[in-house]
């Protein structure tokens, strides 16, 4: 039998080789063809770690650091190692109740799973730090991580040095994958403009996971990690003093001030109110902290200084009277007679000046700041027969507003500056049909019309005059520290703009000296400072504004443009205090003080109570509080209509806040009447609204008072009663409808 | 060889015993690898006996101390005590029933203790490879006959179907290779070609839509009356054979594949099967995906093709050369479960790439060669039977527990002879092992 069977043992050899083989070619397949595999291996098992560099550091012209980095720490949690603790303790210091407790846990588990670190509470205040690091021993599962953050040490210049946030969608996008979730960019002022400087280098570790993911040990030796390269520092030309001081000055005020060193275009000192805490966006609550600037109505994270646009008012005049002298229209001794008001067109253009010979020559008409003879001198200029045609006049006019730096972004170094406006013939083809002559824009020559400027152009022309003709465009940063390639960041800042070529040094001095007469025996003389021989020019720029639908004139903006001192100008000064009426009254001390803060280094003592009364004076608009109830309101509507949850609705319908609640112009329309109205379950416009007898009375209560002069309350009201009178009665009558069913 | 002990060595294989150290030491390294953890100090490992390498090491030790003593012994003690063993492991088996412990889903374990226990079903077939060989081996035993054959495949079958009872697939599974030692001993090729023919049409059966597997069927079947059309005109009873297998065919694809899917396994059994073959299980009723996920709770955190998913990324990340010991990312760092029993060939392929896995599949071809050329040479019939069940065990154990890592075949926790962690597996083999090699010392005796 085993003889007849012996050929079955080689069958079986083949079974066996066959078997083999086909797992050969599978590990064939596996192994060799199929590359999937690895990739997955790599995927699986490999953490590409990034190491983020210190941010760079920002300091002053005297190198002082005023954007620094700190460490704060986040409490971590690992669920899965949780065990035993005292957690009505641990609730204690972290100030939660248990149920908070749980549900923090539970959600870091739902989140990376048991095994890895989440954070458990984010950027602790120091002193629950300090509790924590000391009892952490006691709880098993937690433990303190680093973060570094950004800090302001002078809580100053937040306008300028912006803030870091996480990335975004849309940076993700545009950066094509350079930045990753979670990572932190310049999200606004400098540490956007200069993040690719500020960021530095990235650094990369890879490391090894295991199956719950955890990080169990570097990927061959760090060989393949590159270290991280710290960002690079900042210096700038801003005087933090001189910053604080400015931002001190314009708080309570709504406005900008901006200083230059006109040698070089750096930027001083530029403040905007109104203003905030940088620090609050950087610590523990900055999400709140965001929350409430964002939607706070008179826009405290808007800087002024770059992105206001105001009517230039009587500041252009200097730069007005520069166009003419180049153009060659008007000579220094050009005069003109004026007594009161500009007549040669067919609306007279009032002037403040009412002496005759107030506007003899040119320097007397600067001084006496009149509007006539710059209306005049604008007229010269643009219908100058040169051109031919006002057209062509018109066009040469704006050309060289424009090389003043006027009407276009100046190019400083801030993300999105503005570039105020100066209008061509195209503006007024359609406002006049095409039909118009030097008369229909004539108040441009006193800087009114559909004249914008921004601050920082006007800082910026008055460089021009104090430089005699040339200006560098202005920008915060002098160099990079250790930068290669930083000159060409920084090279557009080191060329020389030269608008005007026809003019003299003489003629200058002609017009400085008017400047300097404005400050000696003008319009100016709050600025006067003893010792230095200040140029500068008083603006009343007229303020239209658009409220509930409709273009009010307000109180005027009061301008100052200034630099000192005439023989060497060390420092230009633009300040704009919205609705602060006459140029002298709150714009020119303010400007005094930067100048001699920064010439002299400090404040003469008699000087300080002045700066306590400005500081310390409240002049935001009184509409805003009316606007900021209407915004919180209606979208406290909005979420009450979305939600039916009419919790934050409350507290607008309350009696104290009724007047305002009808304070709309077309009242019955109001979403937040109307997200009421749809609410059964709500009781807050019962009868008594209609046995009210007089609706508007109250309303007038948060306008009176104050600054505001009477005339423009007055204005305001008359436009308020009407809305009034029509909106008041609709929803009373349906409210009547419904109590009577 | 060596002549230094004539009484033990005398005629003693050595490459055997020498490919079979060489197979532990791999095994060993593999579950090092799979185990150390960097920083440990690796001698202190070895001695503490805490760590699963040294108590590896240890039953290799204890399997060179098992297999001298296998070596001193008398060959005749095998053929004599061969039908008692047999009865001693069914016993066993039975007193699973009673006396199992929950284990990781199984109920064929009996723990005396809490360090120790056993696995009777995988004990057993040294049990039956003695038995089995010993009544082939007869003088009265004419395998030609069907009776006989029918008789030793319920010696086979018997602990195949008590394993079955205690939820143990994989390990009774194995009892089926014993029809390699029966075919080499006469068994018609035909109930191989049947048996090999009817694996075919489950797997297809499982593939297929059903109506599109009956066309199938029935084109071949028409196929082959038609290419028989002479054939089945001399002789009408081929006619009906063909008929009768496609009637046969379909039922099974019909209705005993269904019948045998949704009653006899278990709901997790099939959805091993349909992940195997790449299709997804929708189980038939609440109480089947009930039962599905309560085994997957009580086996491991994830599901068996997860398993299979990350053993393939192991194993193939490995490349031709593989990232070397101990460098492995997916075996270092737990991606792949049960790694240092089911899934130990991971190791290799991951840390040795294809040529080392070639090379080790080139070892046991070498072991289970050398065991077919030693079985030929053998004048007894019982030394060769039982040889040829080694082979035969060892071939099973090999091939299915390397499909089940490279993805070809369903996962059934077997293990990998010689290399996976696990006492049991290592002396029953060691055992089986030392067992042939006394025997073919002998092998000029003529045993019965």
Partial sequence: ?741 | MSQRNPTISKGVDWSLVWIWVVLCLIGITSIFAASYHEGENVIQGFISLKTDYSRQLLFFILSGVLGTFILLTDSKFFTATANLGYAFGIFLLLLVFPFHSRVKGTESIIRFGSAFQLQPADLCKLFVNLALAKYLSRVETNFSRPRSQLIAATIALVPAAMSIMQHEMGLSLVYFSFFLVMFREGLPPSVLVIGFSFAVLVVATLLLEPNTLAIILTCIALLAIYIMRRQVKRNRSILFMIVGIWFVCVGVQRFVVPFVFDHVFQPYQVKRIYDTIGKDYVPKDQAAEASIENEQRKKSKSDNNYNVKQSKIAIGSGGLIGKGLLKGTQTRYDFVPEQKTDFIFCTIGEGFGFLGSILFLGIYTLLLMRIVTIAERQRSVFSRCYAYGVASVLFFHIVINICMTVGLAPVIGITLPFISYGGTSLLTFSVMLFILVRLDADRQMVLR
């Fill in chain 1, 1 to 741: 039998m085993p003889v007849f069977n012996q050929s079955r043992s080689n069958i079986i050899r083949l079974i066996f080789a066959g078997m083999f083989l086909i797992i050969a070619a599978q590990l064939f397949h596996l192994q060799i063809v199929s590359k999937k595999y690895q990739q997955q291996a790599q995927e699986n098992a490999l953490f590409r770690k990034s190491i983020y560099p210190s941010r760079g550091i920002i300091y002053d012209r005297k190198g002082r650091a005023i954007l620094n980095n700190t460490i704060l720490y986040d409490l971590m949690v690992t669920p899965g190692q949780v065990k035993n603790i005292d957690t009505a303790y641990l609730c204690q210091l972290v100030g939660i109740d248990t149920t908070e407790f749980r549900h923090r846990v539970l959600d870091a588990r739902i989140k990376n799973g048991p095994f890895r670190p989440t954070i458990f509470e984010d950027l602790l205040p120091p002193d629950m730090y300090a509790r924590l690091e000391e009892n952490i021993w006691k709880f098993p599962g937690f433990n303190l991580q680093e973060r570094p953050i950004r800090v302001y040490p002078f809580n100053a210049a937040a306008h300028i040095m912006g803030y870091v946030g996480e990335v975004d969608s849309s940076i993700l996008r545009r950066s094509n994958n350079f930045y990753q979730l979670g990572d932190y960019v310049g999200r606004s002022g400098l540490e956007q403009y200069y993040e690719k400087a500020l960021m530095g280098q990235r650094g990369i570790e890879f490391w090894i996971k295991d199956n719950k993911n955890r990080l169990v040990n570097h990927y061959q030796d760090k060989s393949l990690d590159t270290p991280a390269i710290a960002g690079k520092n900042l210096r700038t030309y801003l005087d933090i003093d001189l910053q604080q001081l400015a931002e001190r000055l314009l708080s309570g005020k709504t406005g900008a001030i901006v200083a230059l060193e006109p040698s070089t275009g750096g930027i001083l000192a530029m403040a905007s109110g109104p203003n905030y805490d940088p620090n609050s966006l950087t610590g523990p609550d900055k999400q709140t902290n965001y929350a409430r600037l964002a939607l706070d109505v008179s826009s405290p994270m808007l800087n002024r200084a770059i992105k206001g646009q105001y009517p230039a008012g009587s500041t252009y005049k200097p730069i007005g009277a520069l166009i003419g002298l180049d153009e060659g229209v008007i000579t220094p001794a050009s005069g003109i007679s004026c007594l009161g008001a500009y007549l040669a067109c067919t609306k007279p253009v009032k002037c403040d000046e009412k002496v005759p010979g107030h506007a003899a020559n040119l320097r007397l008409a600067i001084a006496h700041s009149c509007n006539s003879f710059f209306c005049n001198t604008f007229r010269l200029t643009i219908d100058n027969p040169e051109y031919r045609s006002t057209r062509k006049g018109l066009m040469k006019w704006k050309e060289y507003v424009n090389a003043f730096g006027l009407g276009h972004r100046i190019g400083v170094d801030l993300p999105s500056e503005d570039g105020g406006n100066i209008p061509d013939t195209t503006a007024y083809d359609k406002d006049y049909n095409r039909n118009w002559n030097s008369c229909s824009m004539v108040t441009l020559g006193i800087g009114q019309d559909k004249m914008n400027v921004t601050p920082l152009q006007m800082a910026n022309a008055m460089c021009i005059v104090a430089n005699k003709g040339y200006y560098y465009t202005p920008h915060f940063v002098k160099s990079i520290d250790d930068a290669q390639g930083a000159d060409s960041i920084l090279s557009k800042y080191h060329v020389k703009h030269e608008p005007v070529t026809h003019i003299s040094d003489d003629v200058f001095n002609v017009v400085q000296s008017g400047m300097q007469d404005v400050i000696e025996i003008g319009t100016g003389r709050p600025a006067r400072i003893p010792g230095i021989t200040m140029c500068g020019k008083t603006g009343t720029a007229e303020n239209k504004q658009r409220i509930d639908g409709r273009t009010l004139k307000l109180h005027n903006h009061s301008w100052f443009v200034c630099f000192a001192p005439r023989e060497n100008p060390k420092i230009a000064v633009a300040v704009i205090v919205e609705n602060g009426g006459y140029g002298g009254t709150w714009a020119a001390p303010i400007a005094s003080m930067i100048v001699e803060k920064y010439l002299n280094d400090t404040l003469r003592n008699e000087r300080l109570p002045e700066v306590n009364r400005i500081a310390g004076s409240n002049m935001m608009p009184k509409y805003l509080v009316r606007v900021q109830f209407r915004t919180d309101s209606m979208r406290a509507a909005d979420y009450a209509n979305q939600t039916g949850d009419s919790a934050r609705l409350l507290k607008y319908i309350d009696k104290a806040n009724r007047a305002m609640l009808l304070d709309t112009v077309d009242g019955s329309r109001s979403p937040l009447l109307a997200a009421i109205r749809k609410m059964p379950n709500l009781k807050p416009l019962t009868p008594r609204v209609t046995a009210a007898p007089t609706p508007a009375a109250p309303a007038q209560k948060p306008d009176s008072g104050g600054h505001v002069p009477a005339l423009d309350t007055s204005a305001i009201h008359a436009v308020r009663h009407k809305a009034k009178a029509d909106t008041v009665q609709k929803p009373l009558d349906q409210k009547g409808d419904s109590t009577q069913r």
